[in-house]
């Protein structure tokens, strides 16, 4: 080797490693990535993990202008995967936090019509901060969608899920309940069962305040005018004065079992209940306490929501308190029967899990159980595998350790 060609290659070494430090250092400078919500994949998933989806379009749904669908189109152009009506999405949003740096926050929302190849439909409302706590802030997720997700913008979306479907006997008529937007599972069962049985029989009782909340209602009196056996009964708490004279509601008051007993023909039904807190927690129990079987009433809630079964699922104080441990937490806690699930009293207790629909929906907050025994308060929609648990849905039977 001459004395030049040594010079080039001592040059070209130097060259690499110069190269190499210099990537070293950027790639060490760029932010870190939030951190991914470490979720296991429910098993029969259309997809596994995080697909992402463009926002194709959004439509205002109410002259409330409270509750707004997306239509969402893969951005890797394939065809979606049919799910059932009354199945829901679940998205991970990253928002940036009060510190300035980025968190993974999960939500669900309810595929809000039924199945398309080319794009799926959410109709999300706009939660305010609480009416006796104004200085709450609002809903962080619905208010983010009302507000900055346009045409164009990409979100992360894992695949349809739950178990909110419809019973595939359509002998037997099915009652459709739904408070606000408690709607948009039950809109999405009516379209989907109506498109390949026409004359499946449908109750549909739909709840709001007043006309202003009313959405897809062009499309509900559509499906009671091509469909005969579609019953739509569209009930309004408190009627603006000038809506008795448009006639956009059927009746006044609130969904419950005397109107049911009024309304419906005698017989046997299913009954699907989607609605807010208040409505499942007094609906659920008067249709059992009205003599309808357990498992012909099928329900969903949007969030926390305490629904009595004929089993007492109410928080049980304990004479002697269970030993509650967190392992990766690095924490021991009594279990005194005071909090309504696991995930309330881990957060109230300082300890961090990652949680998201707080009504075992999503299967963000699921856990390993170490060694120990739960119950569930209400049956997951989540598949929870075996020797695992949702905490957000959980109460502890014996002494517990758990993962997390
Ligand atoms: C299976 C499923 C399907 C769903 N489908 C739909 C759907 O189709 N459409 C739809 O609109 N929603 C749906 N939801 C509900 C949805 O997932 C969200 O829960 C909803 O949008 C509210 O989320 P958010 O982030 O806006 O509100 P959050 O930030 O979770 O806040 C909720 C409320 O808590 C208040 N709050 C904020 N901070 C505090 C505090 N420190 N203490 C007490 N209260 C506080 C807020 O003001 C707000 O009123 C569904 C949920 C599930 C589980």
């Known amino acids: 080797m001459t004395a030049l060609e040594l010079l080039g290659l001592i040059s070209a070494v130097l060259l ?20 991914a919500v470490p979720v296991r994949a429910a098993p029969n998933a259309a997809w596994q993990g995080l697909r992402a989806f463009r926002v194709r379009m959004r439509e205002d749904e109410d002259d409330a202008l409270t509750q707004t669908s997306f239509y969402l189109e893969p951005v890797d152009g394939q065809p979606l995967p049919p799910y059932r009506g009354g199945q829901f999405l679940t998205f991970q949003f990253d928002l940036p936090n009060a510190a300035g740096s980025v968190r993974p926050v999960m939500r669900c929302y309810s595929l809000s019509d039924r199945p398309d190849r080319q794009a799926y439909r959410i109709t999300v409302k706009r939660i305010p901060s609480p009416s006796d706590k104004p200085d709450l802030p609002p809903g962080l997720v619905s208010n983010y969608l009302h507000e900055h997700v346009k045409p164009g913008t990409i979100l992360q979306v894992r695949a349809p899920g739950g178990a909110f479907v419809l019973a595939d006997d359509a002998c037997i008529p099915t009652v459709l309940i739904a408070g606000g937007i408690g709607i948009t599972p039950l809109f999405a ?5 109506l498109a390949v049985q026409p004359d499946r029989a449908f109750h549909l009782f739909y709840g709001v305040r007043d006309s202003l909340d009313l959405v897809f209602e062009a499309n ?22 000038a809506e008795a004279e448009a006639d956009r509601f059927h009746e006044t008051g609130f969904v419950d ?14 009954f699907y209940v989607c609605g807010p807190p208040p409505m499942m927690a007094s609906l659920v129990p008067a249709l059992r306490d009205w003599g309808i079987a357990q498992d012909a009433v099928h329900y969903e809630a949007f969030g926390p929501a305490s629904i009595e079964s004929a089993e007492d699922i109410e928080a049980i104080p304990l004479n002697t308190p269970l ?8 924490r021991t806690l009594d279990w005194t029967g005071a909090d309504t699930n696991l995930l309330d009293f881990a957060e109230r207790s300082g300890v961090a899990v990652p949680s998201g629909c707080r009504s075992g929906s999503c299967g963000t907050c699921e856990t390993a159980i170490v ?19 949702l905490p957000c849905v959980a109460l502890p039977t014996s002494d517990l350790v758990l993962a997390a």
Not at 189 to 193: C, D, G, L, V, Y
Not at 221 to 238: D, G, M, R, Y
Not at 257 to 270: E, M
């Open 189 to 193: 069962m009516a379209r989907a069962a």
């Open 323 to 330: 030993a509650v441990q967190f392992a990766q937490a690095k």
């Open 220 to 241: 509900l009196l559509a499906l009671a005018e091509q469909h005969p056996n579609f019953h739509l009964t569209i009930v309004e708490s408190a009627p603006l004065p």
């Open 371 to 389: 060694s120990g025994t739960v119950r569930y308060a209400q049956p997951p929609s989540f598949d929870v595998a075996e020797g695992r648990c």
């Open 16 to 35: 690499v490693q110069i190269v190499a430090a210099i990537t070293y250092v950027v790639l060490r400078s760029k932010p870190a990535p939030p951190e």
């Open 257 to 270: 079992t005397a109107l049911l007993r009024r309304v419906l023909p005698h017989g046997q039904h299913h």
